[in-house]
């Protein structure tokens, strides 16, 4: 039996895009978030940045929308009060990213961007004074514009060499302030966040699904020669893959429904196979002859691939969903709500039991160190009379996942940290909103960015205080 470990890092994760805001000061050039609109009453499906086309990119880029992560919730200027309140929260890590075009604005840039490095100096040594400790991620859905627009994205081989130079140039300033680092956000997702992460105009592509496997196989290169470097540079360092869980159930035990949940779930530990064990697995390889998929690799990419594994696993949890034969197919996109849970009012389902039994299945099939690097899940949240918000919902989504959490532990599963998304209020992923709030800290900003910006604590901030303090103990009571 394993219990929490005595420095367990409890706390939050952000993105940059989704609240750094500043987005062409000092120097930095616009990325692929920078184009994302607010549209007003669209669904949210309407606003991922998926599957997009040369059409819709140009609308995009040169609309006259409003733009909410240009300006996400002003953490570039107002990074030292956000770091302050979280540490009145008594969180002890921030998952955070770089913005890739803070540090080379077009992203094939001879020399970084040195206002953008000095930036994330400070805000490294600002955490660090205030004993948060910081995990980065290196490339968080917001790549460069220039590299869409003249490489065609991550489907070129040259944007490894792109990468690889980025990560050297941050590892190199910041490894002695930050120990932990994801390479790529939720590298599997290539299909539900296909420009977000890839930066492909499908319309570009002449086989649009190999070109999305092609350049996925370009980020598992770039991420074995930062794994290479980070750890050449200093062995202290720790360098994770990170993975949207999007493991499901069979919607029934018709057999059927059976054998296609095995092989979804089977093409969704492909992305950490690859880098943790080392190597394409056999099941993958026959997955892409089976379509013809061909995926143009070297055997140096191979030795690269084998002897540059990751040290940890970091994985977000939101929602769970079934797989039904009869309604389904291998396309990860495809699912079906199991009707035994409730679901907000996005249709994410609450099920806290699949983030025991997801974190329970990497341990068995890894026994690596792992994360929780993002769990929660966004509500309309409104001010009460005293400013303060009554979010009991937030605070039994987050009680009764930690608890979930708290299981795979005591069966055996090495947790280091469990990182709340948001701890204070963003910019949504998705939708672009702002009132699709996430956070222990209500951020007065509304959806086209009005507001005064101040903060204000929700019940659920003392209440995460207090698991804090426990180190997970007390997770029933609250203010």
Known sequence: MRNIRHDFLWGGAIAANQAEGAYLKDGRGLSTA??????????????????????TFKRYKNGEYYYPKRQGVHFYERYKEYIDVLAEMHVKTLRLSISWSRIFPNGD???????????????????????????????????????????????????????????????????????????INQINLVHKEAFASLGILKDQMENYEQAKFQ??????VASAKVTEFGHNLNPTLQMGVMLADTLT??????????????????????????????EYPEY?????????????????????????????????????????????????????KNPHLKVNRWGWSINASGLYLCMSKYWDRYHIPMMIAENGIGFKDELTIDNGVRDDYRIEYHRDHILAMKEAIREGADIFAYCSWAPFDIISAGTAEMS??????????????????????????????????????DVFGHK
């Not at 994330?120 to 991620?137: C, D, G, R, S």
């Not at 350049?215 to 598992?220: D, E, G, I, K």
């Not at 197919?329 to 495809?334: A, E, F, I």
């Open 215 to 220: 350049a996925l196989h370009h980020q598992f």
């Open 284 to 336: 993958a390889l026959t997955y892409f002859e089976d379509r013809d998929i061909r995926i143009n690799m070297t055997e140096d990419e191979k030795n690269l691939l084998r002897n540059n594994t990751a040290d940890f696993l970091a994985v977000s949890y939101y929602w769970s969903n079934t797989v039904k034969a009869s309604e389904n197919s291998m396309d990860p996109n495809t699912t079906v």
């Open 249 to 278: 159930a069979p919607y029934s035990c018709d057999p059927a429904d059976v054998e296609l949940n095995f092989r979804r779930n089977r093409m969704q530990y492909f992305y950490s196979d690859v880098l943790i064990r080392g």
């Open 34 to 55: 920078d184009i994302q609109p607010f549209v007003p009453g669209a669904k949210p499906t309407d606003l991922h940045f998926n599957d997009m086309d040369s059409e």
């Open 109 to 183: 840039d001879a020399v970084p961007n040195e206002q953008g490095l000095v930036f994330y100096e400070q805000l490294f040594e600002y955490m660090k004074k205030k004993k948060i400790e910081p995990i980065v991620t290196i490339f968080h859905y917001e790549m460069p514009l220039n590299l869409v627009e003249q490489y065609g994205g991550w489907t070129n081989p040259k944007l490894i060499d792109f990468f690889e130079n980025y990560g050297q140039t941050v590892l190199r300033r910041y490894n002695n302030n930050v120990k932990y680092w994801i390479i």
């Open 436 to 473: 699709k709030r996430y956070g222990f800290i209500y951020v007065d900003y509304d959806d086209e960015g009005n507001g005064s910006g101040r903060f204000h604590y929700k019940d659920s901030f003392y209440w995460y205080k207090q698991v804090i303090d426990s180190n997970g103990e």
